[in-house]
């Protein structure tokens, strides 16, 4: 009997891959019916259930299959991209981890765990994922543009780009990797040099939304060129309601804002963000819950009872500037007076809010801020 169900798990996977969904969703509950404990059948069956918007029900399903098979490093990986799609970043970094502890060398477990530890503030660690899984394979482009980007998001520019210059040595014609170093170029305050990259990357991947979207950035618009319309082809072309449509609508806004055309700039900036309104979920309720949580966590005892004792003056000093504008030089003229320590960007606070904490949970924020050591 068990290699029948097995039998039907594979041809409901072929199914589902070949996106019968409907028919994969029937052929894994089938198998379920026979055994409720199918741990394939379950696993698939909540994945199929996530991609079609079920997404509770289907998370249930997975966690009961990494139950029963709690060694399957594929399942492993799988539910923890699905918590990472649905706003669970720490809970995806652990099982990205238990993965990664299981088989080392598994490729994707190890580039969703860099990434994920990068999207929580966490970036030793994901620097040391990323840096594990060059030393393993030196061809390996993704983890390369993950070490960039982390370097980048960290403030360590020029670092970044020496391993953006690395992964181009052996993948010239990488659109992404020549994006990313567009990007870091273009934080570097080397415009044409970025602008010369998105344009490699363009030449590449034509339909590279994004690349478009910075390129524009970069670039002045003083007449009507033949960039322009192969940017107004990719608009065209870009399906409604997409990221690409959005990123494409946020490029053409800028453009025809430089040539002084503000009726069209004005409605494709109108197109972009009416886009990027529907994967807003704002609740105005929460908002205003989390500032009352905030004010009655921070109030002025909190900050008498934490004042360090060896320090005369602790008022902080904000810098605050646009980018490139010179504000790490300030930083490093206030902090040279003695009296004065400069801190960098801290990712303290952003590490402790973290993403999806209820307000009340213990450990969380604000709530659970009360309690942390100084």
Known sequence: MQAGLDQRVRQALALHQSRRLAEAEALYRQVLAARADHAPALHFLGLLLHQTNRSADGLALMQRSVKAQPGNVDFLNNLGTVLRDLGQPAAAAEQFRKAVALKPDHGAARDNLGSVEKQLGRFEAAEAVFRGTIGRNPF???????????????GRLDEALEVFREALAIR??????????????MEKGDLDGAADHFRR?????????????????????????????ALEAAHQQAPADSPARMQLSYALGKAHDDLKDYGRAFDFFLEGNAIRRKEIAYDAARTRAEFEAMKATFTKEFFEKHRPSDISDDTPIFIVGMPRSGTTLIEQIISSHPQVFGAGELTILKTAVGKG???DMKGGFPAGIAAMPD
């Open 140 to 154: 390996h482009t993704r983890a390369r543009l993950g070490l960039a980007d982390t370097l980048q998001e960290a």
């Open 172 to 185: 010239p014609k990488d659109a992404e990797l020549l994006h990313g170093m567009g990007v870091a170029l």
């Open 201 to 229: 990357a363009l030449a590449i991947d034509p339909g590279q939304a994004k690349s478009w979207q910075m390129l524009m950035q970069v670039k002045r618009q003083r007449e009507r060129d033949q960039e322009l319309a």
């Open 357 to 359: 904490f209820p307000l």
